[in-house]
């Protein structure tokens, strides 16, 4: 059964540095969403990318963050300046094209550790 | 903005009972509401979607049932495993990215 694939499974960086956290959705998705979750509370919604744009973000992403689709298969997350507040499980999720598939496939995370 | 409670941070219920599990919200109403269960440092995984125009749906042993006048949604699992203990998230669906609530820990006694 196709899955949606995250690396790295963790990632411990120290504050300050860039982070790249790499996704390779379902081969036939055509939207595509990074969520994170703080440990011990909810999934937080981050931004939506559809027809290699920005659909949707929220608050949460600011300038710090952008995301990239550099070839056909990857969706990456980038965070330029790490502050400690980063760490958290960082999600990767897609869903077909279509008004009504609504079911988003959700990676199994990356944990992102800020030193 | 919404919000979107979850009936207590956790439930315990005996294998072969049924669990029902609330989810409530304010403002509108999305468009859909769908349920996921997440395994701890696991990713969501789906398991329904109920839309605005919908009263109830089921999959094998599961029973969503959405109230729009209320504003709330309710979610069973009947004759409970152990295999079914995980947490479960309510996420509200505007077509444009899922709002989750904060989940309802399930512990399914054997």
Excluded at chain 1, 2 to 13: A, K, L, M, N, R
Excluded at chain 1, 18 to 42: A, D, M, T
Excluded at chain 2, 30 to 40: C, I, T, V
Excluded at chain 2, 75 to 97: E, G, K, N, V
């Amino acid at each position: 059964e196709p899955e949606v694939t995250q690396t790295p499974s963790h990632q411990v960086t120290q504050m300050g540095q860039e982070v790249i956290l790499r996704c390779v959705p379902i081969s036939n998705h055509l939207y595509f969403y990074w969520y994170r979750q703080i440990l011990g509370q909810k999934v937080e919604f981050l931004v939506s990318f559809y027809n290699n744009e920005i659909s949707e973000k929220s608050e949460i992403f600011d300038d710090q963050f952008s995301v990239e689709r550099p070839d056909g298969s990857n969706f990456t997350l980038k965070i330029r300046s790490t502050k400690l507040e980063d760490s958290a499980m960082y999600f990767c999720a897609s869903r077909e094209q279509g008004w009504d598939n609504n079911e988003q496939f959700f990676g199994p995370g990356t944990r992102l550790t800020v030193l | 903005s919404q919000k979107i409670e979850q009936n207590s941070e956790a439930l315990n219920i005996q294998e072969g009972k049924t669990a029902t599990l609330t989810c409530n919200y304010t403002n509108y109403s999305p468009a859909y509401l769908q349920w996921y269960r997440q395994d701890p440092g696991r990713g969501p995984v789906f398991l329904l979607l109920i839309r605005e125009n919908e009263k109830e749906k089921r999959k094998e042993r599961l029973k969503v049932t959405f109230d729009t006048t209320l504003k709330q949604s309710l979610f069973h699992i009947t004759a409970s495993q152990p295999a079914d203990s995980a947490t479960y998230l309510c996420a509200l669906d505007d077509r444009r990215a899922l709002t989750f609530g904060s989940g309802t820990r399930l512990q399914v006694q054997p």
